[in-house]
């Protein structure tokens, strides 16, 4: 009885605290989904009227919704492929003991600390900038011609920025899975005759595979709202080179003042990024049973 009491009493308290989230998430999206049915222009106050799905029909009909789309996917699978590589390699290497490796640790861990916006500025200014930019120093250094990132390889530049980002989160949650591999095993595959790269692909790797679930899961949910690295750095182009679905969604309302169709865009991103976080949590909840 007294159990039944405490239950009751636990969840009382936690009522406010729910619904206060409910409301946060369902009364945005609710206002969300009613001025995607309607055609509304900043520019034109007090003329919206009822557009049904009209507003859905010109968003997925629009030739930058293809294009924009296509980038995210590239984005997403470009920054998964260097995150999780990179990823392996650092926590290899960070499980291994050497001299200075708790400064090499925070030197990897700092710039997931970063704020995305400052870290585009960092790369467009010192790194990318084809006149003063390191890169373009290294290159005169070579006697090669320096490369103009944002208006030559824009796509490619977002996706270095953002995997600079996400790669101190990648190293962590594989350095720790890594930690939890028992050690006598690897000593037993040793005295068996298993070399490094044997007992890695049979012993290492599969002892990783959950945690490799779990940055891939979380990294693509992440990954499909990037949006500030891309307002900094290329503002979507050169064209729609570099626009992704949310940059799209943001110049659709605030440059085009179309808060109707970005509104419908918007509802679009969100089913997406469901459908894909949906077959994802599928496939690693299948691969992990």
Known sequence: MA????????????????????????????MTLYFS?????????????WAGMLNYKFFLTDPAFGEALLNTLLLVGGV???TMVGGILLALLFNQEFWGRGIARLMVIAPFFVMPT??????????MNPV?????????????????????????SVTLIVSWEWLPFATLILLTAL????SEQMEAAEMDGAGPLSRFIYITL??????????????????LSVFAEILVTT???????????????????LLQFDVGGASAGGIVAVILANIVAFFLIRIIGKSLD
Do not use: C
Request: proline share 7%; aromatic share 12%; hydrophobic share 55%.
């Open 3 to 30: 159990t039944v009491h405490t239950r009751s009493v636990a969840r009382f308290m936690l009522t406010p605290s729910v619904l206060m989230l409910l409301a946060w998430m369902i009364v945005p999206l609710a």
């Open 37 to 49: 049915f309607l055609r509304y222009n900043l520019l034109m106050p007090g003329m919206e009227h």
């Open 80 to 82: 998964l492929i260097i």
């Open 118 to 127: 400052v870290s585009a500025l960092v790369w467009k200014n010192m790194f």
């Open 132 to 156: 003063y930019g390191l890169f373009a120093w290294i290159a005169r250094s070579l006697g090669l011609q320096p490369i103009d990132w944002f208006a030559h390889l824009p796509l490619t």
């Open 179 to 182: 930690q939890s591999l028992d």
């Open 206 to 223: 599969p002892h990783m595979s959950r945690a490799i679930s779990v940055v891939i899961l979380i990294e693509t949910i992440f990954l």
């Open 235 to 253: 503002n979507g182009g050169p064209g729609t080179q570099s626009t992704n679905l949310p940059y799209l969604v943001y110049a659709q309302a």
